[in-house]
């Protein structure tokens, strides 16, 4: 956003540094400055980069507050002046019977609704200080109250509206709208709300929808004569929901959705009063009606004080750079660095000197030396636990001030009980040609339903950024598919893909965490058209599969029982690991392909990686090479399709020969013409190995052996060729 730094030293008069050396003092504390320009009105113009948690930080006022804090310690205090004594000081009612009437009836929505009435007024464009800075930040200009409302949230970051007050029928009642009720914005859209929707109304209708938008048909014109100042606090939660719901993000949205100061929504009514005031060259004022909703403002700004230990400050920041700043009686045990500066800790003063800067009241406990019950300031819901308290005292002393030192450890690294499967496992699938992939955590109900285990449960989530992103997953099968299809869809040809990552099962009240493993693959050599034709690929995941179980101790079977759905029919199967389901993969469905508009096969394989985690390893046995020399030995013979290879090496490994020391197919042909090998038969050639440890064999010993072979495979319906 656009920051004014003459704007800012209206509330820092004593401010005595150059706009550089204000824009790098920011930038090392976390409000950063990304570029210097001139401005038109005097002074620079920052182009800042605040992070969402500091909406705080995101106008004006609070960046002058910031600057305050920052320059309390190091310039010997700097003054900020508060709003409260000029124009956001209280305005003088005219007329105290004025009073407008105002009803919360969503208490678990809004917790505060100031509402004030402007009369007998005149609607034309900004002059003055508003037209100056407007200018300035290239803000467009619209008419003085709107402008006026806009100059509010810019100066101190509370969102205001005006309404024209002859659009309004009765009092403002601020309620959940009725399903299905429909209410025009100022963008000109009509919106059909829902029950989860807070609207401000009056007694008939609908005016905005709460702290995103206001409504077309109360909007302030050039032929307004009369006009209601709002300003409230909503549950951000609740705005958030809102403008997901209707896509709609607003400068109004965006501040409190991430928690807007409970305590500002007056002062933000007495600010645009004056404005729209002055603006207009007069009007008659009535007095502020001010609604607070108890309970919320217990759970903001009368939230209960956290205990801050100085000696866990220093302990967990270390030391700084500075003169010393600690009491004498500890220095001894502070050790100087070797560049000869002075080292020490921050000390109560110092410590108490920052929080107090930041807005925070701090209270001396009675229990332990050192220790303080702080209040924490109404604008800054992002500080929770005694944690966020030292981040913001490192934050504001400065982070270049300490020292650079390792914090004290005694002990050893230990490895976590399934360390070393995980490490097998990631070196398996990199060695077999696959990259690992992170997605997101999040997947919508759709992808939810269709990957996860009804009877396992699906987590929603409470507050979803969308609907895209509302459940957390149950499965890394929707997010291995869609990364394939985000690489196939910017022409990466073939993609091998691994992740391991958490899934979730159960429900909001008890969501359980497991471990889980993903692999996909599409393209390549391997490649096979869609439900059809060459199954290389579909082999070649269940080769990996194989390799990676082959690293545990555990007998590997497949079989292709109790498939789930998003696997085509016919082309999926299932791993196990003595005798537990250990995996499932295939080619994903005609669906899921269509869904992800891909047209080209893909296998994907889940593993349930939490079992694999608690499988010991298979550790390598060291063999003596043989010293004598092996004698290999091909049969070529025809099969019928129905025969597969697992029944034929089955077949030479029950003829129990000792000296057999492995078996491997080496050709295989088929005639489509039927002359060499008749039409659903195929001709294999297949190697063996014999090998003896103790001695050389013999030519009659492998004859034996090779008619014991020659007849188990004839067992199996083969026919030897010539």
Not at 385 to 410: H, K, M, Q, S
Not at 672 to 679: D, F, L, Q, R
């Amino acid at each position: 956003m656009n920051i004014l730094t003459k704007w800012i030293r209206s509330y820092l008069p004593e401010l005595d540094v150059s706009d550089a050396q204000l824009a790098e003092d920011l930038t090392l504390r976390g409000v950063a400055v990304e570029g210097i320009f001139p401005a038109g009105c005097g002074g620079s113009r920052f182009e800042m980069d605040i992070t969402t948690n500091r909406v705080d930080a995101m106008n004006h006022y609070g960046i002058a507050r910031e600057a305050a804090a920052i320059y309390s310690e190091k310039l010997g205090g700097v003054a900020l002046k508060p709003l409260t004594e000029e124009m956001g000081a209280p305005v003088e009612a005219a007329r105290e019977d004025d009073a407008f009437p105002v009803r919360i009836e969503a208490k678990d929505l809004c917790g505060r609704f100031t509402a004030r009435v402007i009369r007998d007024v005149r609607v034309k464009p900004a002059t003055g200080l508003i037209a100056e800075y407007f200018n300035a930040i290239e803000q467009k200009p619209i008419s003085g109250p709107v402008d006026a409302t806009n100059f509010g949230w810019l100066a101190m970051g509370q969102p205001t509206h005006v309404f024209d007050l002859d659009t309004i029928e009765g009092g403002i009642v601020v309620r959940r709208a009725k399903t299905g009720e429909r209410l025009r914005l100022l963008d000109g859209s009509e919106r059909v709300l829902t029950a989860d929707d807070l609207v401000i109304a009056d007694e008939k209708k609908p005016l905005s929808l709460a702290g995103v938008m206001g409504g077309w048909d109360s909007r302030v014109t050039e032929a307004t004569k009369n006009i209601l100042v709002e300003a409230a606090w909503f549950v951000p939660s609740a705005i958030r929901a809102s403008s997901r719901r209707h896509g709609l993000h607003t400068d109004a949205s965006h501040r409190f959705e991430r928690g807007a100061d409970f305590n500002a929504a007056p002062v933000g009514n007495n600010l645009v009063t004056r404005l729209v005031v002055e603006q207009a060259g007069g009007g008659v004022v009535g007095p502020m009606t001010d609604v607070v909703v108890p309970e919320l403002e217990a759970k903001t700004a009368g939230r209960d004080r956290i205990v801050l230990r100085v000696n866990e400050v220093q302990r967990i920041l270390g030391t700084t750079l500075e003169d010393a700043v600690v009491p004498p009686q500890r220095a001894d045990s502070l050790v100087a660095p070797e560049d000869g500066a002075r080292v020490s800790a921050l000390s109560d003063s110092v410590v108490e000197q920052v929080l107090t800067a930041l807005g925070c009241e701090l209270e001396a406990t009675r229990a332990v030396a050192g220790e303080y019950a702080v209040k924490l300031p109404s604008w800054r819901l992002d500080l929770e636990r005694e944690i966020d308290l030292i981040e913001e005292v490192a934050r504001v002393y400065g982070y270049n001030r300490f020292a650079d030192t390792l914090p004290a450890w005694a002990g050893a690294v230990v490895k976590l009980p399934h360390a070393e499967q995980e490490r097998v496992i990631r070196e398996t699938l990199r060695a077999l040609g696959y990259n690992e992939a992170i997605s997101s955590t999040f997947v919508s109900a759709e992808e939810a339903a269709a990957f996860g285990d009804s009877q396992a449960g699906a987590v929603a989530m409470g507050n979803p950024l969308s609907e895209e992103a509302g459940m957390l997953r149950p499965s890394l099968t929707p997010g291995m598919a869609t990364m394939v299809a985000h690489n196939l869809h910017r022409d990466v040809s073939a993609v091998r893909l691994f992740e391991m990552g958490t899934v979730f099962t159960g429900s909001t009240a008890e969501v359980r965490e497991a471990a889980g493993l993903a692999i996909g693959a599409t393209g390549g050599a391997a490649a096979s058209a869609l439900h059809g034709g060459d199954d290389a690929l579909i082999f070649e995941v269940k080769g990996a599969l194989e390799s990676l179980l082959a690293k545990f101790a555990g007998a590997v079977a497949f079989d292709t029982k109790e498939l789930p759905k998003w696997i085509a029919a016919g082309r999926g199967g299932r791993a196990l690991l003595d005798g537990k389901k250990v995996a499932v993969f295939g080619e994903l469905s005609a669906e899921e392909l269509q869904r992800r508009k891909l047209r080209q096969s893909c296998v994907v394989a889940e593993i349930a990686a939490d079992i694999l985690m608690t499988e010991p390893l298979r550790q390598p046995v060291v063999q003596e090479l043989s010293r004598f020399q092996a004698v290999e030995r091909d049969f070529s013979f025809v099969f019928p399709d129905s025969v597969r290879w697992e029944a034929i090496a089955a077949a030479v490994d029950e003829t129990k020969i000792p000296e057999l020391r492995s078996v491997r197919p080496v050709e295989i042909f088929r005639d489509a013409k039927g002359k060499a090998v008749p039409v659903g038969s195929y001709s294999l050639l297949s190697r063996v190995v014999f090998q003896s440890k103790e001695r050389t064999l013999t030519e009659e010993e492998i004859a034996a052996w090779s008619e014991k072979i020659v007849s188990a495979l004839k067992k199996l319906g083969g026919v030897q060729r010539a």
